[in-house]
């Protein structure tokens, strides 16, 4: 069993787990109040002092050759069983569970729109990062650019101070290495599960509209999302699509389902869709 302390918390909503179920949305976010306050802010400091634009070019080229295993996406999501969010010492609970109880609670809402059920499901997979001996600060939280100056708006800012980055002087400058309105496309953004996940989907030919492999890719990437940064950096397809990833953050963080899923049940439905939206059974991972 692989323990990560994901330092961006998600709604609990297991019913034996009443006090975080309870919590009203903007408590979810609260790093102040939370227990694992020590871990979480442990966890950045890490992440933004080696997350570099060198660093996450060389985990590109490293984890985009796509040779670690051949795995169905039913076969991943089974390894997450494996993976425990240690940010919720009084749980416990596979982030598989968490996948499919995302995947129900948008089926419900937008039940017209089976890629949206099937980003749910998946948003999470790449962080089997974390069970390939990843550390977790390359494999969960808050997501950022890299290659230009480090927002305000990311939370702990004042963890940068040591980053590398900071101190060369075309990436400390406001556009550092980018063009304004370059599109995120042209942005590399900090490594960690989300892009990663995409990047499998892209190599895999993956049939999903932008909508869903905007919310995989960015839903991690709060400055922006959240925040209201990095505009500057946009083109007006990001604009466009920043509506869906908001839609997605409101089922990936305040998911408030009353009961555990009866994943087994559900499999056939979600296979349905894996192969609806990927023409290979075996990805390339």
């Known amino acids: 069993m692989r323990v990560i302390c994901d330092p961006s918390p998600l709604a609990r909503p297991e019913e034996y787990h009443k006090e975080q179920r309870d919590k009203m949305p903007e408590q979810f976010r609260n790093y102040d109040a939370n227990c694992q306050t020590d871990n979480v802010m442990r966890t950045y400091r890490e992440m933004h002092t080696n997350q570099t634009l060198e660093f996450v070019l060389k985990k590109k080229e490293k984890w985009c050759k796509f040779d670690r295993a051949k795995l169905t996406i039913m076969e991943a999501l089974d390894m997450l069983d494996d993976l425990v969010d240690e940010s919720d010492p009084d749980i416990d609970l596979p982030n598989s569970v968490h996948a499919f109880q995302t995947a129900e ?4 809402v937008h039940p017209n729109k089976p890629w949206f059920h099937l980003v749910g ?20 939280g808050d997501t950022f650019p890299v290659g230009c100056r480090f927002s305000e708006k990311c939370v702990f800012p004042e963890t940068f ?5 900071c101190k060369n002087e075309t990436y400390s400058t406001h556009l550092g290495i980018y063009e304004e309105g370059c599109g995120l496309d042209n942005v590399h953004v900090s490594w960690g599960h989300d892009e990663y996940m995409y990047q499998v989907l892209i190599h895999n030919n993956t049939t999903l509209p932008d909508e869903g492999l905007y919310m995989i890719r960015y839903h991690s990437l709060y400055p922006w999302h959240s925040g209201g940064d990095y505009d500057f950096l946009c083109n007006n397809h990001d604009r466009k699509m920043l509506e869906w ?6 089922f990936d963080l305040y998911s408030k389902s009353d009961s555990l899923p009866d994943k087994e ?10 192969d609806q939206y990927l023409p290979s059974s075996v990805l390339s991972w």
Request: hydrophobic content about 40%.
């Open 161 to 165: 101070k040591d980053n590398a980055d």
């Open 245 to 250: 990833i908001r839609e997605f953050n409101k």
């Open 265 to 274: 049940a559900l499999k056939p439905y979600y296979q349905s869709l894996i």
């Open 105 to 108: 609670r948008i089926r419900e």
């Open 121 to 140: 499901l998946i948003h999470d997979v790449g962080k089997l990062l974390a069970l390939w001996d990843e550390p977790q600060w390359c494999v969960v």
